[in-house]
Structure formats: C-alpha cells, structure tokens
C-alpha cells in the first residue's frame, strides 16, 4: 500500500522558532509537494521538487525553504515561524512521466502547526 | 497562473440524493482535472480524475464532466450515502511543463441520514 508519512501530527512552536516538518514517500516517486491548507482557503502550493536537490517555488514561498537531498524524503522549513504561519501542513508526491503530463497525487495524513 | 473556482463552498443532502459540485478554471491549457476527498482527520485522497480529451468519465456513484469550450468541469455523485460526507476538492493541472496542480477552496457535502 502507497505511503506518505509525515513526522508529526501536532506540533506547538513559538515565535521566531526554526521548525523542521519532514516528510517521507516509500513509492520512489520523483516530484513532491508541500501544501498549507487553511479554511476557506483551500490547499495551496508552498513548493515542490522533481527530483534530488531540485526545487521550485509554488504559490506561497515567503518565509519557507526546503530541502531534498534524498528521493523519499522532503523537509520543509519554516526559518522564523511566526503566528500567521499556523496553518494544517500537507505533504504530497507524484510519479513523473518526463513528458510533463500529471499525476495522482498521494498524500500524507498532516502537521497541524500551532505557533504562538 | 491558474486560477480554479469551486462552488458551492457548502452543500446539505438527504441520503439517497444526487450531489453536484462544479469547478471552474482559467488555463485554457490545464490537461487534467482530479478530484479529491478529504476526510476528518485525513489527507486528501483521489476519488476520480480526468484528462482534456475525455468528455465524461464514470467509477459506480461518482462521475465527472468536463467542457473544455467553457473551462469547467463538475463532479457528480449520486445516491448520495453518510459515508460520503466529506470535503471536496477539484483541482486542474496548469501547463507548465510541471506536474502541479492548483486546488479549489473545497465543498464540505454533509449527507443526512
């Protein structure tokens, strides 16, 4: 069976706190994805990675980095929390063809991030 | 960018009925249109999906239409059971020579019994 983990369900951090949320795919799929997800808000993309050591911005990066230095793992970083940064995080990975086309996404069960 | 649309924000039913969301989206050139469910406490997960050169597809309950003249697309589900209370989502696949996709703001469907 297909499986996104990701490292915690529930995390309480303070302001200005370097906070690490990891995220692990054993489908050796290449692209992966973090996702914040806030009512009314939907889902909206942070950043993602096709491959080892490559990333991309996606629609909301401020305040955010990651890193990928292996296939199944993707760490996002939240440098500097602050309070507008509590939100549900979501972690998601695809195949990839090469020829650009998409693919089902398969997600993990989410960090809920309080920062206070 | 993409730019995905989804309506209603809310939806009630009676078991038994059908329910319909439906999507609209900006990028003349999105290519794939999924929709997922999220249940309490869970990640989003497929439900159903469908690709620019289908017009319809169907899985038992669930179904999705696509017009591609009037770039929306609306996920049907009939015989609506408790089970399927959830939030729903559609998304579309931007052409951006990246496999992303940009979410709607989700349907929470709640099914009395």
């Known amino acids: 069976d297909v499986k996104v983990t990701q490292s915690s369900r529930y995390l309480v951090k303070r302001t200005g706190e370097k906070v690490f949320l990891e995220c692990v795919q054993d489908?050796?799929?290449?692209?992966m994805f973090w996702y914040r997800q806030d009512p009314g808000l939907g889902l909206r993309l942070i950043y993602f990675?096709?491959?080892?050591?490559?990333?991309e911005k996606g629609d909301i990066p401020e305040g955010y980095s990651v890193s990928r230095e292996k296939k199944e793992r993707f760490s996002l970083i939240l440098e500097s929390a602050s309070t507008n940064q509590t939100s549900m995080y979501l972690c998601?990975?695809?195949?990839?063809?090469?020829?650009?086309?998409?693919?089902?996404?398969?997600f993990g069960p989410g960090t809920r991030l309080t920062v206070t | 960018g993409e730019n995905v649309e989804q309506h209603p924000s809310t939806l009630s039913v009676q078991e038994g009925d059908s329910a319909v969301i439906k999507c609209t989206y900006s990028?003349?050139?999105?290519?794939?249109f999924p929709w997922y469910k999220q249940e309490l406490g869970k990640g989003p997960q497929l439900i159903i999906d469908i690709r620019s050169n289908v017009g319809e597809k169907k899985d038992q309950r669930i179904a999705v239409t696509l017009n591609k003249t009037a770039k929306h697309f609306s996920l049907h589900i009939t015989e609506t059971q408790p089970e399927d209370s959830a939030v729903y989502f559609c998304?579309?696949?931007?052409?951006?020579?990246?496999?992303?996709?940009?979410f709607g703001k989700g349907t929470m469907l709640l099914v009395s019994p």
């Open positions: 990028d003349s050139a999105s290519n794939y």
């Open positions: 489908m050796d799929h290449e692209n």
């Open positions: 998304a579309a696949s931007p052409n951006s020579g990246y496999s992303t996709l940009t």
């Open positions: 998601a990975s695809s195949f990839d063809s090469g020829t650009g086309g998409s693919y089902e996404q398969y």
């Open positions: 990675s096709y491959d080892v050591k490559m990333k």
